[in-house]
């Protein structure tokens, strides 16, 4: 099952909506390394539907879990989580480099999770960070969400609020954040092609 939340037309101006994600994704999504985020847990879903808060949504790196994560990145992008720990910000604060606009959400029913290890060339994540997605709670589906990333020209530092901790996805930032300037990591062309690619591995038999 697919869905297209919609097409790009006008771009938003500000954003207060944020995804909390490994900050190592959303380097790769920023970098243009992929164009895709797995979630299963800690969304909200209604009558068993996944639910995408915002369709446009600052990508807020989250770093609770980096020590956990070790050995979950493919070889290549080992060193990622080291460099993401020393460019993260100072004391509570945290630091915004990009937004994104959820284009499509793909639902993979569990008799398909063994696609999920069938198209390594599309994504940074190891088989032991696929695997684990897969079993927790192997009976709900997951969700692979398509990112069209832009690049802010400058980072923005925000402090950490109270709000902002915890195992939540999203979180309403106090301020709003500035998108001006902002530039695609991917031009509009080679990300059709990479959602056009990602799901026919993960659709076709």
Avoid at 82 to 101: F, H, P, S, V, Y
Avoid at 149 to 176: H, Q, V
């Amino acid at each position: 099952m697919e869905r297209a939340v919609t097409a790009e037309n006008e771009l938003p101006r500000t954003l207060t909506t944020a995804l909390k994600e490994w900050a190592v994704a959303v380097r790769a999504l920023r970098e243009g390394r992929q164009v895709i985020l797995l979630r299963k847990g800690g969304i909200r879903e209604a009558e068993g539907e996944f639910v995408v808060e915002s369709r446009d949504i600052l990508l807020f790196p989250t770093f609770e879990h980096q020590a956990e994560q070790a050995g979950t990145l493919q070889p290549c992008y080992g060193a990622w989580r080291a460099d993401e720990e020393r460019r993260r910000a100072k004391g509570e604060n945290i630091r915004i480099d990009a937004w994104a606009r959820v284009t499509d959400i793909l639902r993979i029913e569990p008799s398909r999770f063994p696609k999920l290890f069938t198209f390594g060339s599309q994504h940074i994540y190891g088989d032991t960070f696929l695997r684990f997605r897969a079993e927790n709670e192997p009976h709900k589906p997951l969700y692979c969400l398509f990112l069209r990333t832009f690049n802010l020209p400058a980072p923005t530092t925000i402090p950490m609020e109270p709000d902002y901790y915890g195992c939540r996805s999203w979180i309403t930032l106090e301020k709003e954040v500035s998108l001006a300037g902002a530039t695609p990591s991917l031009s509009r062309h080679t990300y059709d092609e990479r959602v056009r690619v990602t799901k026919r591995i993960l659709t076709t038999d």
